[in-house]
């Protein structure tokens, strides 16, 4: 049997936008029957060993999700050893292309709204730690409609066949 792929999701906390993003790849790779490894970090560490924000779980679970693990954060190994990095912003993004790339680490790292069927230009998942509720489901409706493109494209033809289907535009 074939490993199964490695995604890690990024964003600052790893208690809101990472978790969100991880719970809805698991769940559109569970209803594809897809076998994928899936964890989230960030590159922050104020919040280290803490569950998600009880904001962001509240707002998934409205909608059927639920959100769990405890705030990690990201390090070298595990850039080393996803398939797949995607970070939530283009914060996350930089932060994540400075680690990998001062240790020569080759795993792709592309902003997780490259999938994003509904996004133009460069998106990012907006972060919604210090707004309202409005903002904490705005949230899980783009880590759901990403991740779904995203898992399909993964089903189709693994992590080459994904980057291929990112936006024209992203
Ligand atoms: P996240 O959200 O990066 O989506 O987990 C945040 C969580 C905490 C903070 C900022 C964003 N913070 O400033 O503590």
Do not use: K
């Amino acid at each position: 049997m074939s490993t199964p792929l490695s995604i890690l999701t990024v964003c600052l906390g790893n208690i809101c936008r990472s978790p969100t993003a991880e719970a809805t790849l698991r769940e559109a790779a569970e209803d594809a029957g897809l076998q994928v490894h899936i964890d989230s970090a960030g590159t922050g560490a104020w919040h280290l060993g803490n569950p998600p924000d009880a904001r962001m779980r509240a707002a998934a679970a409205d909608v059927g999700l639920t959100i769990d693990g405890l705030a990690q954060r990201v390090d070298l190994a595990a850039l080393q050893e996803a398939d797949l990095v995607l970070a939530m912003d283009r914060s996350n993004l930089r932060d994540l292309e400075h680690v990998a790339d001062g240790a020569g680490v080759d795993t792709p790292i592309v902003l997780f709204r490259d999938f994003d069927p509904d996004a133009t230009g460069t998106a990012e998942v907006p972060d919604p730690y210090y707004g309202g509720p409005d903002g904490f489901a705005e949230v899980v409706e783009i880590c759901r409609r990403t991740s779904q493109r995203l898992v399909d494209a993964l089903a189709a033809g693994g992590v080459e066949a994904a980057l291929t289907a990112r936006r024209e535009d992203a």
